[in-house]
C-alpha cells in the first residue's frame, strides 16, 4: 500500500494532508499546490509493487493519454510523478466524496435521480466506446454536494490490473463483478453492464445484490445459476425492472448488448443533459404553440410536456446565472400555457368518457345472446373505471388493449346490422381512448430530473401541469 502508516508521502511542489479514502490498489490524499493559486488537488499513491509486472510502461503510457482527456464526467488527471516505490497521480479533487457514501447516507435513491446518476455515469463509456472493468459505487466521485456531477475515477487501470494477485486471491469486492470475473477469469467489456445493474440495484434497494453475511454466502450466491431477484419495494417503473433484470443477467451471452442498453427507455439518453437539449426544447416548443395556435389542444400539452423534458436538462447543462434565469422564465410561461390546456383537455375527457359509455351500454343490450362479446365488454368497463382511478393508466391501458384484442375478431365475424355499426364504433372509442392513455402514460413517465427541479422551484407545477387526472 502506498503512503506510509505514519504519515502521507512526502511529494515535490505539493502539501499532503488528510487521506480522502483507499481502494483497491492505491490511497488517495487531499493536497495543496504550494504554488502561489493554493490550488487543491487529490493525489492518488499507487504502488508500483501492486502492478502486474511489465505493466508500469503501459501505465505510464495510459497515463499520458489520460492525461489529455476532458470530460466533465471524469475525474481529470492534471500531471503525475513517479519515485522508486510509487506513482502518484494529481487529481481534481471532487468534493461531494464518493457514491457509496452518497447511497448510503441516504438509504436509498429514487429512480429518476438515479437515472441521471446513470446518464452522467456513463455518458463518457458511451462516447468514447471504451471499457472501465470495474465499476462500482466507490470509483464514482460526486464534484460537490451541493450540485453533485458525477465523475468517474479509476479509468484506465483495470486494463492494467488483474483481479487475481500472483497468489490467486482476488483482489477488490466480487460485490460489483460480473459472475465470469470471479468464476470462468475470462471476460470482456460486457462486465461493465453486469457492474452498472449491481450499482443501479443498490442505488434502488439501498444495497448489492449479493450482500451477504459471510464470504461463504457470498461465492454461493456468485457461484449459483438463479435468476436475480428483485425486491418488490419501493416499487419501480416496469421500464426499471425490465432493465435491471436484463443488466443483471449471469451469463455474458444473454446480458443485454450496449447498443439495446443504450437506446433502453429508461436509460433514456435522448433526455441526458447535453449541449442539444435547449435547441430540443425550443423546435418542441415551437411545435406546440401551432398545435396550440390551431386548436388542438392535446396535441399542444403532448407537445409542451415533451418540450419540458428538454428543459429541464438543459437548465442542468446550462452554468450561465443569467441565461438559466432566461430559460426559467420561458418554461414557467409554458408551464402556465400547459395548465390552461389541462384543464380544456380533461373537461372534453370527461365528455368523451361519458359518450363512450351510454353508447356500450347499448351494444351490451343487443349482446345478451353472445357471451364472448358481452365478457370483452366487461373488459372494456373495467378499462374505463381502472382510468378513473389515480394513477390507473397503466392497467387501464392493459386492459383496452386486451378488450380490443377480442373485440376485433368479433367484429370481422358479426354480420351487417345495427350492431356490427354499434360495435365498430365501440371498437374506434377503444382505439381512441387507448392512443389517450398512451400519451398520458408517456407524460407521466417525463423524465424531470426532480432533484433539479425541486432546486429550481419548478417541480411541482410541472409535474402537475403534465398530468391529466
Ligand atoms: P483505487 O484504485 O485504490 O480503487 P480510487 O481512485 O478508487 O483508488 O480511490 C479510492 C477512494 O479515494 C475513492 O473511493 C474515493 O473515496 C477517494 N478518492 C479518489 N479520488 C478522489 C478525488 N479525485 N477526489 C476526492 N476523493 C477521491
Ligand atoms: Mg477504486
Not at 468517474?152 to 490490473?161: E, I, T
Not at 377503444?430 to 426532480?450: F, G, I, N, T
Request: proline letters at 5%.
Amino acid at each position: 500500500m502506498a503512503g506510509p502508516a505514519w504519515g502521507p508521502p512526502r511529494l515535490d511542489g505539493f502539501i499532503l494532508t488528510e487521506r480522502l479514502g483507499s481502494g483497491t490498489y492505491a490511497t488517495v490524499y487531499k493536497a495543496y499546490a504550494k504554488k502561489d493559486t493554493r490550488e487543491v488537488v487529490a493525489i492518488k499513491c499507487v504502488a508500483k509493487k501492486s502492478l502486474n509486472k511489465a505493466s508500469v510502461e503501459n501505465l505510464l503510457t495510459e497515463i499520458e493519454i489520460l492525461k489529455g482527456i476532458r470530460h466533465p464526467h471524469i475525474v481529470h488527471l492534471k500531471d503525475f510523478q513517479w519515485d522508486s516505490d510509487n506513482i502518484y497521480l494529481i487529481m481534481e479533487f471532487c468534493a461531494g466524496g464518493d457514491l457509496s457514501r452518497f447511497i448510503h447516507t441516504r438509504r436509498i435513491l429514487p429512480e429518476k435521480v438515479a437515472r441521471v446518476f446513470m446518464q452522467h455515469a456513463l455518458q463518457f463509456l458511451h462516447e468514447r466506446n471504451i471499457s472501465h472493468l470495474d465499476l462500482k459505487p466507490q470509483n464514482i466521485l460526486l464534484s460537490s454536494l451541493e450540485k453533485p456531477h458525477l465523475k468517474l475515477a479509476d479509468f484506465g487501470f483495470a486494463q492494467h490490473m488483474s483481479p487475481w494477485d500472483e497468489k490467486h486471491v482476488l483482489r477488490g469486492s466480487p460485490l460489483y463483478m460480473a459472475p465470469e470475473m470471479v468464476c470462468q477469469r475470462q471476460y470482456d467489456a460486457r462486465v461493465d453492464l453486469w457492474s452498472v445493474g449491481v450499482i443501479l440495484y443498490e442505488a434502488l434497494f439501498g444495497q448489492p445484490p449479493f450482500a451477504s453475511r459471510s464470504f461463504s454466502e457470498l461465492e454461493e450466491k456468485i457461484r449459483s445459476n438463479r435468476v436475480i431477484e428483485l425486491p418488490l419495494r419501493p416499487p419501480l417503473s416496469r421500464d426499471c425492472r425490465d432493465l435491471l433484470q436484463r443488466l443483471l443477467e449471469r451469463d455474458p451471452n444473454r446480458r443485454i448488448s450496449f447498443q439495446d442498453f443504450f437506446a433502453h427507455p429508461w436509460v433514456d439518453l435522448e433526455h441526458m443533459p447535453s449541449r442539444e437539449s435547449l435547441a430540443r426544447a425550443t423546435a418542441l416548443v415551437v411545435q406546440a404553440v401551432k398545435k396550440d395556435q390551431d386548436g388542438e389542444a392535446v396535441a399542444a400539452l403532448s407537445l409542451y410536456c415533451q418540450a419540458l423534458d428538454f428543459f429541464v436538462p438543459a437548465l442542468h447543462y446550462e452554468v450561465d446565472a443569467q441565461r438559466k434565469e432566461a430559460i426559467k422564465a420561458k418554461v414557467r410561461q409554458y408551464v402556465s400555457r400547459a395548465e390552461e390546456l389541462k384543464a380544456i383537455v380533461s373537461s372534453s375527457n370527461q365528455a368523451l368518457l361519458k359518450q363512450g359509455t351510454s353508447a356500450r351500454d347499448l351494444l351490451r343490450e343487443m349482446a345478451r345472446d353472445k357471451p364472448r362479446l358481452l365478457a370483452a365488454l366487461e373488459v372494456a368497463s373495467a378499462a374505463t373505471a381502472k382510468e378513473e382511478e389515480a394513477g390507473g393508466e397503466q392497467d387501464a391501458l392493459d386492459l383496452y388493449q386486451h378488450g380490443l384484442g377480442e373485440l376485433l375478431v368479433l367484429l370481422a365475424a358479426e354480420p351487417p346490422g345495427r350492431r356490427r355499426e354499434l360495435l365498430h364504433t365501440e371498437v374506434q372509442n377503444l382505439m381512441a381512448r387507448a392512443e389517450y392513455l398512451k400519451e398520458q402514460v408517456k407524460m407521466r413517465e417525463s423524465h424531470w430530473a426532480a432533484e433539479t427541479l425541486d432546486k429550481e422551484g419548478l417541480s411541482e407545477s410541472v409535474r402537475s401541469s403534465c398530468t391529466l387526472q
